[in-house]
Structure formats: structure tokens, C-alpha cells
């Protein structure tokens, strides 16, 4: 079966950047989105379709994609950005995969 | 705005049943792939099921197949997964959420609040 891992907990100072990898077999040649789920809440597509940002959500959230790896890039991090954060992909047509999630810290 | 409202958790036993359900609005249902996602206690994301927009394909994950069986009332907007004989890992929040309507590898673009169902004797 496919799977996607992704760092544990990854730490960023206010105001850089944090960037939180996702690994998978030729994730590359796959589709990669991403959510952010704060405790308590349901999760938010941050980034879909590698890249792409749904309405409203803020610029400094990109996305990239190349090889094995997926990166999710929070610039300019802000204390709201501090989350829990999944990517996800799908390992076929009809089957979906998420990665383990990785704790945001912002100190 | 769309809305995705899950019901129908609660404790169950150990072997029993559940049915839950998730009630869409403020969006064409019946245009819509659906999903459901589980999350146990302290625990990451699990994808469990899928239904075409017309509920005429279904796939699962391989841990529940055979238990979960999803499938969803488009006239009453209305999407369902029942669970059958639960065990205590199956103890989570379940979540519907809705599948984008893109061509390829869609993201599940909105998700409902999640009901938590809890497996215990």
C-alpha cells in the first residue's frame, strides 16, 4: 500500500519560514494537498493540486512538488499558523492516502 | 456557505452497529463525490470510504472493508456510513467531507465538524 511520511513536529521563529516535507514513492509524479487542522476543529485545504491556494487562504502558504518529495512553505510564520498540518494524495484512482501529520510549533 | 453536518455517533459495544450520517447543504449534492475520514484520539488523519456522485461506485480502505459500507440518499442530500461490528480501535471522530470537482486527484475541499463514535464495553 502507498504511504506518505511526513516529520513529526517541525519549530519555526515567528516571521520565517517553516517548511514541512512530505515523502512518498514518486509523490512527484502525484497530486499533493495539504491541510491545517487546529485542535478541536475539522481540517482546511490549504494547498491543493501541488501548489494551488483555495480562496482565502493567505498567500504566504505555497506548495511544491519534485521527485519523492512534496513541501508545504509558510513564509513570513505567524502564532495562528501553529497547527497540525497533513498532506495527502491519491495512492490510485479510488483511493485516497493522508501522511501522518506534522505538529507546527511557532516560538 | 456549504455545510456538512455528521450525526449519529455515540458509545457503542464491542460487535455492534452504527449508522451515521452526514447532511449536506448549501451545495448541489448530487453533483459531488463523498468521503469519509476518521480520527482516532490524539491520532492523524484516516481515510476510510468513497462514493461517486451517484453512488454508483464505492472504495474503501483496506481496514474496514467488508465492516463499513458508505452510501448516500441524493434526494434528501444525505450521505451515510454504516459501520458493523465494531471493534475498539474503530473508536474516533468521523468526518464527511466533500470532494472537489476537478478532473484529477481532487482535495476534499470542505469537511464537516466530525461525530465521534467510541467502541466500549
Known amino acids: 500500500s502507498y504511504e506518505l511520511t511526513q516529520p513529526p513536529s517541525v519549530s519555526v521563529s515567528p516571521g520565517q519560514t517553516a517548511s514541512i516535507t512530505c515523502s512518498g514513492d514518486?509523490?512527484?509524479?502525484?497530486?499533493t494537498c495539504w491541510y491545517q487542522q487546529k485542535p478541536g476543529q475539522s481540517p482546511v485545504l490549504v494547498i491543493y493540486?501541488?501548489?494551488k491556494r483555495p480562496s482565502g487562504i493567505p498567500e504566504r502558504f505555497s506548495g511544491s512538488s519534485s521527485g519523492n518529495t512534496a513541501t508545504l512553505t509558510i513564509s513570513g510564520t505567524q502564532i495562528v499558523d501553529e497547527s497540525d498540518y497533513y498532506c495527502?494524495?491519491?495512492?490510485?484512482?479510488?483511493?485516497?492516502?493522508f501522511g501522518g501529520g506534522t505538529k507546527l510549533t511557532v516560538l | 456557505q456549504v455545510q456538512l453536518v455528521e450525526s449519529g455517533g455515540g458509545v457503542v459495544q464491542p460487535g455492534r452497529s452504527l449508522r451515521l450520517s452526514c447532511a449536506a447543504s448549501?451545495?448541489?449534492?448530487?453533483?459531488?463525490?463523498m468521503h469519509w475520514v476518521r480520527q482516532a484520539p490524539g491520532k492523524g488523519l484516516d481515510w476510510m470510504a468513497a462514493?461517486?456522485?451517484?453512488?454508483?461506485?464505492?472504495s474503501y480502505s483496506d481496514s474496514v472493508k467488508g465492516r463499513f459500507t458508505i452510501s448516500r440518499d441524493n434526494s434528501k442530500d444525505t450521505l451515510y456510513l454504516r459501520l458493523n461490528s465494531l471493534r475498539t480501535e474503530d473508536t474516533a471522530v468521523y468526518y464527511c467531507?466533500?470532494?472537489?470537482?476537478?478532473?484529477?486527484?481532487?482535495?476534499?475541499?470542505?469537511w464537516g465538524q466530525g461525530t465521534l463514535v467510541t467502541v466500549s464495553s
Open positions: 467531507a466533500r470532494e472537489a470537482l476537478v478532473a484529477v486527484a481532487a482535495p476534499l475541499d470542505y
Open positions: 448549501e451545495f448541489r449534492f448530487s453533483n459531488y463525490a
Open positions: 462514493i461517486s456522485f451517484d453512488g454508483s461506485k464505492t
Open positions: 514518486k509523490l512527484g509524479d502525484k497530486y
Open positions: 493540486e501541488d501548489n
Open positions: 495527502q494524495t491519491w495512492a490510485s484512482s479510488t483511493s485516497v492516502v
